[in-house]
């Protein structure tokens, strides 16, 4: 690694001091101040790599990742052996949704800067989102070697323990955490929450109880931790104070998080309308089965029963194709619903075939793959004019018990989950446009509702696989049996046989009253 002092060999001293100014500015987070004593600095070095390499950052927080892209390639060519180069590069390209040039980067960083812990767990983190959590869990505990006290290094190697099966030791790891940083390690708070059986105890709703009344804690930090203090204490059925504490976070998450709902609905009908007939027919994309949802309808399970076929493949939830789709509006510069109209068959194709070579590796074993994003309810009509024989299934779910299921849980990038009004309205959004696709697309979109599933699972199953155009194979059944690694939230629930007691709506009673009315709910 390159000591300080070789980072700023060849500057001026006034130039050095303010590089030292802007390193600054940047670890504080003030990208701003950051890049406006850039100016001042370019104007005295405007090639040396170490001003590149901070302008490149500066850029990057301030989500101006091509540029930063660009700039930071020049310091790589100016210092083809920089770590830090190449570290801040793989950042860039993960902003980007670029996870191959992204992972190439990060690797080479460890390569020549094995010594960095910073680089490890970048790269570990990585290898987690492309879910090969073996891999992830070496480089996170080799940053961890580097760097204990590395919280989120530590919080992201119980996740990949956990993704991988290996609940104790993610147990362990997550306990480490609480126990050491309690008001830092909101995550694991979290985490333990959602496990199955859920560990926190008593004595742990003590201490979240203690962190939450202090003054020191980050805003996000609280609402995580108040979400897993509620679970928690639902868990001890005491539904009110659980309830009030959802509240209570949901408020305060609302603020970092405004959501406008009558815009978004305007959005669904603008997409809704760019698609009023069927694309003609064409053949690619019948390798691909798309599992589309509300958060919390069982589209995990629909997953993992179809990951357990032997011609298929787990994708996750694959941001592939919202990508390609915004490439297309970038390079357009324009939305979706406008030049949805205009494209003709070859223009669909090629975005098609882009999608395919994207997502290619999920293939390299077996034939098919899932691509189970939930959002892609709204993208339904580019599925099929870019991947025609491509399969959709649509998970529905009682909408009570849907919204309760996105109230009750910790999301990140969810606004609409932090009323109930909101929530309501993206349902009926949610609605309308399945009945739009369905009805534009009939025999092409399979609904597969989770209180019918988890009554009569083998009837269900064989609908599904016969709408995939896949042989029935008992594997399907022991879905649970599957050793697959599950990232998403419910990746406890399907590690067991189907269970019929996940309806929480009746406990809460009366207090979901204005979700009721909000849903238009019957009764």
Not at 192 to 208: E, H, N, W, Y
Not at 244 to 249: E, P, V
Not at 422 to 444: E, I, M, N, T
Request: aromatic content about 8%; hydrophobic content about 40%; proline content about 6%.
């Amino acid at each position: 690694m390159l000591s300080p002092q070789q980072r700023i060999a060849g500057l001026s001293a006034e130039a050095a001091r303010r590089v030292a100014a802007i390193a600054q500015a940047l670890q504080r987070g003030d990208a701003g101040s950051a890049e406006r004593e850039l100016d001042s600095v370019l104007a005295l070095a405007p090639q040396h790599p170490e001003v590149l390499r901070l302008l490149g950052i500066a850029r990057s927080v301030r989500g101006r990742h091509a540029e930063a892209i660009e700039v930071l390639l020049r310091a790589r060519a100016a210092r083809p052996e920089d770590a830090m180069i190449y570290n801040a590069l793989g950042g860039a390209y993960e902003r980007v949704g670029d996870g191959a040039q992204a992972r190439a980067a990060l690797r080479r960083a460890c390569e020549l800067g094995p010594e960095i812990a910073p680089c490890w767990f970048n790269y570990g983190y990585r290898l987690y989102v492309d879910c090969e959590f073996d891999a992830a869990v070496t480089a996170l505990r080799r940053a961890l070697a580097l760097a204990p006290q590395h919280v989120q290094a530590r919080t992201l190697l119980a996740d990949a323990l956990q993704a991988e099966g290996r609940t104790e030791q993610a147990v362990a790891q997550y306990r480490e955490l609480v126990g050491a940083w309690p008001g830092r390690a909101a995550q694991a708070w979290w985490s333990l929450a959602t496990l199955r059986p859920m560990p926190l105890d008593g004595d742990d709703i003590a201490v979240m109880r203690r962190v939450l009344g202090g003054a020191d804690i980050a805003d996000g930090d609280r609402v995580t931790i108040s979400f897993a203090l509620a679970i928690a204490l639902e868990a001890r059925g005491e539904i009110t104070e659980a309830f009030t504490t959802m509240q209570a976070a949901h408020a305060l998450a609302r603020h970092g998080e405004p959501y406008d709902a009558a815009a978004f609905s305007r959005g669904v009908d603008a997409v809704l309308d760019a698609f009023p007939a069927p694309p003609a027919d064409a053949a690619q994309g019948g390798e691909v089965i798309f599992v589309v949802s509300m958060p919390r309808s069982g589209s995990t399970l629909v997953e993992q029963i179809l990951a357990a076929h032997s011609q298929v493949q787990s994708g996750a939830e694959l941001i592939d194709l919202p990508q390609v789709i915004q490439q297309e509006c970038n390079r357009l510069g324009s939305d979706l619903p406008q030049w949805a109209r205009t494209h003709g068959p070859r223009e669909w194709r090629e975005l098609g075939q882009r999608y395919l070579e994207r997502t290619s590796r999920w293939r390299a074993q077996r034939p098919r793959h899932t691509d189970k994003l939930p959002g892609n309810w709204l993208h339904v009509g580019a599925i099929f004019a870019m991947l025609p024989e491509a399969r959709v299934v649509v998970c529905r779910r009682d909408p009570l018990e849907t919204c309760l299921g996105c109230y009750r849980y910790m999301f990140r990038r969810h606004p609409y989950t932090h009323d109930f009004d909101d929530l309501a309205k993206r349902w009926h959004d949610f609605d309308r446009a399945v009945r739009h696709w369905q009805s534009l697309y009939p025999g092409r979109v399979h609904e597969q509702v989770y209180e019918e599933l988890v009554a009569d699972p083998e009837r269900q199953i064989r609908a599904l696989l016969d709408f995939c155009g896949l042989p029935f194979e008992e594997n399907c059944l022991n879905f649970h049996a599957t050793a697959r690694r599950v990232t998403t939230p419910s990746a406890a629930q399907v590690r067991e046989p189907l269970r019929r007691d996940t309806a929480r709506a009746q406990a809460y009673g009366a207090l979901l009253d204005p979700l009721r009315r909000a849903l238009h709910y019957p009764g």
